[in-house]
C-alpha cells in the first residue's frame, strides 16, 4: 500500500498534488522497471481516471496538476503556457549566486534539437560554511528562486549548471564533489529542487489560483544545516 499523496486543491475538474522527492509523474519506457507512478498512486487514492497536465523531473518536488477530463487538461496547458501563469521554483545551489539574472541559453533536447530556453532567476539568501573542499577553505551556497519561461527538460538543472552555480543533489548535472559531501556529511540523497508555487487562473471560473506546496524534509533539514532563509528582501 503506497502513502497517499499530499493534496493541495481539487474540485469537479481538477487536482493539485504535492508531489515527493522520486516519484515519476507517470511510468515511461526510459524506466520500464517503475511499477508506481504519482498517476498511479493518485489515480487509486480518488478513484477516478486522472490525466497529468504537466511534467516534473522523478528528482523534483512539488506542485503537481492533474485534470479529471481531457478538455480540461487542454484548457490547463493552454493557460500554462499563457504570460499570465508564473511557476515558482526553490533550490539550493553552490556558490554565490547573482541578485537577479535573465538567462536565454538554448538546450538541447533527447533527439538532439536545439530549443530555446528561458528562465528568470533571482538570489533569496547566501551561506558560507567553514567545511573546506578541494582547493578551496570554505563552501559557499546559495537559495534561489527560479521562474522558468519555458518548459524545457530539466531547464532549471542546466541552466543553473550553464552558470556554473549547479544545484545541490543534481545527478547528472551538477558537481559530484558537492553531492558527495552532501551525501557523506549530512545523508543528503535528493536533490534540492522543489517546484514551491504555480499561480493559474481557473479553466472554467477564470479566479485566480495560488498553488503553494511545502518542502520535503530533506530540504528543510538542510535549509537549516545552512542557515539559509527565504526571508531575505527581494524583489523577484
Not at 71 to 95: C, D, F, H, P, W
Not at 199 to 227: C, G, M, T, W
Request: aromatic share 6%; glycine share 4%; proline share 5%.
Amino acid at each position: 500500500m503506497n502513502d497517499p499523496l499530499e493534496i493541495l486543491y481539487q474540485d469537479e475538474y481538477m487536482v493539485v498534488i504535492n508531489k515527493p522527492n522520486g516519484l515519476l509523474v507517470h511510468r515511461t519506457k526510459l524506466a520500464a522497471n517503475v511499477r508506481i507512478a504519482a498517476l498511479n498512486i493518485l489515480r487509486d487514492q480518488l478513484g477516478r481516471i486522472v490525466h497529468p497536465v504537466h511534467r516534473l523531473d522523478r528528482k523534483t518536488s512539488g506542485v503537481l496538476v492533474f485534470s479529471f477530463e481531457k478538455e480540461t487538461t487542454k484548457r490547463l496547458q493552454a493557460i500554462l503556457a499563457s504570460e499570465g501563469s508564473v511557476k515558482e521554483y526553490t533550490a539550493i545551489v553552490r556558490g554565490y549566486f547573482p541578485e537577479q539574472l535573465l538567462v536565454d541559453y538554448p538546450l538541447t533536447n533527447e533527439k538532439g534539437k536545439q530549443q530555446s530556453a528561458i528562465t528568470r532567476f533571482c538570489l533569496l539568501d547566501t551561506t558560507e560554511l567553514d567545511v573546506p573542499l578541494g582547493q578551496h577553505n570554505t563552501s559557499r551556497y546559495s537559495l534561489i528562486k527560479a521562474f522558468p519561461k519555458t518548459g524545457r527538460m530539466h531547464q532549471i538543472r542546466k541552466h543553473c549548471n550553464h552558470l556554473r552555480h549547479p544545484i545541490i543533489g543534481d545527478r547528472p548535472h551538477g558537481c559530484n564533489k558537492q553531492n558527495r559531501l552532501f551525501k557523506e556529511k549530512w545523508r543528503l540523497e535528493n536533490l534540492l529542487l522543489h517546484a514551491s508555487k504555480l499561480k493559474i487562473k481557473h479553466p472554467y471560473s477564470h479566479q485566480d489560483l495560488v498553488l503553494e506546496a511545502n518542502f520535503p524534509d530533506s530540504f528543510i533539514r538542510i535549509k537549516k544545516i545552512l542557515d539559509l532563509s527565504e526571508c531575505k528582501t527581494v524583489i523577484c
